[in-house]
């Protein structure tokens, strides 16, 4: 089944202790997108990345550290995470660099922060 | 960035009404797409539809879009109560950044049984 699959799905952690959110693909695509989303502030890139070891920063992308060393893998770092980077995250992909075919997104990484 | 704002921004209708939102838009896009979320999952592409397109149907769904107006508004047909999830429109900018997809805030459609 073609699916974008991110894990975990749920994470409480600290302040300041460093963490991963994976995300992968199974679709060949050659972009991948990270968002969040807050109540009240809709989505949000953080990240995205047109292909292999090109990653270029969205429009919040304080706080966060992507790679994309493989097509279909694209994690998400906190270094140092704090509470204001308790959200929804969301992992999308499509086919194309353009923005001219549907985005297709993970089920959603809910991050406390505490 | 340039950002679709939907209206309104919560609906509530008796199932088998017709249900619709709005979006609108501040510059020349590309293509504007239409998204659903169902309650803290991953949103689901609906409909894209191109800038030299004017209207657009799949299943139930109807989507229209007025270039001149910059406005664009998704129609549900005869809804049922699993239609009940937040709608987003997302927006591609024209030109250079046809690569970038902002998206507004959503409305949130409750459609009761």
Redo the contacts between chains.
Sequence with gaps: EAQ?TQNPRYLITVTGKKLTVTCSQNMNHE?MSW?RQDP????R?IYYS?NVEATDKG?VPEGYKVSRKEKRNFPLILESPSPNQTS?Y?C?SRSS????????????T?LTVT | SQQGEEDPQALSIQEGENATMNCSYKTSINNLQWYRQNSGRGLVHLILIRSNEREKHSGRLRVTLDTSKKSSSLLITASRAADTASYFCATVPSGAGSYQLTFGKGTKLSVIP
């Design positions: 974008v972009y968002y009240g502030l809709g989505l890139q047109m429009d929804l969301f999308a660099i353009w923005a001219n075919s549907p985005l297709h997104f993970g089920n959603g809910r």
